[in-house]
């Protein structure tokens, strides 16, 4: 709808994992690292989370594009699967075939693996959103990395998912399947402005943009404090703010239109969002009588009381300081400690909250 306003041959922040659309952050590329020496060295079990949004399946579908022919894959993407409907999948999409129960299964799944082997092939499952399989479902994946010979994993597993899955991982009853990974992974958020600076505009280049300063520097600062460096949020508030620009007419994407787009989104930092009702408050009332804030600032003061009057100009104030009383006895000559602190801290404000100078 707004790419040709934008000069855009295709859509820039769509929320599908396209993976011509990978950006590689030091995290990411350390993911692309340990998943290619895994799987190339046999290494059998590898494991990468990351928080939503982050781009696990963007990395997986980048990976499998450019893996060779040679290497077979299969890809689980829903994990609500029971151990037969598991081991169904798993047939299927590794080809596996002539077996009818699973002892039958697991025989012709060994026959593919080790002839496989012996030609020097790999053969990886992928399993996206592993934080949702079962427990039973992994003790079966531990259980298939039992495919092995004296020096290699036959079969390479890569279970990814969101921070959830290291807790999952951490119970006792999985204990035997945690000591098999072989590598651990982890994909971070965008950690600045500047990293979500080059994600918008790299993203921006791979959609044919004739011009990558759409986006003003405090529109892209305001988009990373909300989207806190997740990519799925930056796509989502960017698209959403290309849609606004494009109504409004506006050639370039302001702070102000990513504010108001962020706002229809719930993803206002909690801090704006307190902020801007503190502004729309109406005026606090006082929670002390006039003669309590009169003892309180007494107190601060050690007795003396301060009167100001305006000077004849109008724009400054002059200040007049009346003595207290003679004290009645030495108890009185210095106020109590106690209450001298609260009374220069309370000095500090006045009746709105102005801070005294």
Known sequence: MYREFYGLKELPFALTPDPRFVYFTPSHTEVMANLHYGIESGKGL???TGEVGTGKTTILRWIMQRLDRTVLVGYVFNPRLSVPEFYQHIARVLNVKDWENKAGLLFALGKTLEERHTLGLRTVIIIDEAHGLSANVLEEIRLLSNYETDSAKQLQIVLTGQPELREVLNDSGLRQLKQRIALRCQINALPNVEETDRYIKARMMVAGAERTDVFTPSAIDFIYRCAEGIPRQINNLCDNALLTGFAAGEYTISRSIIEEVADNLDMLPEAMTIRQASLERET????????????LWAAGTGG????????????????????PPSPSSAATETPAPELSDIGAAFRQWDSVGERYK
């Open 304 to 323: 003396y009381t301060t009167t100001a009057a305006a000077s004849p100009d109008g724009d400054e104030v002059a200040a007049a300081t009346t003595p």
């Open 284 to 295: 606090v009332a006082p929670i002390f009588t006039s003669s309590g804030r009169a003892e």
């Open 46 to 48: 590898i494991v990468v």
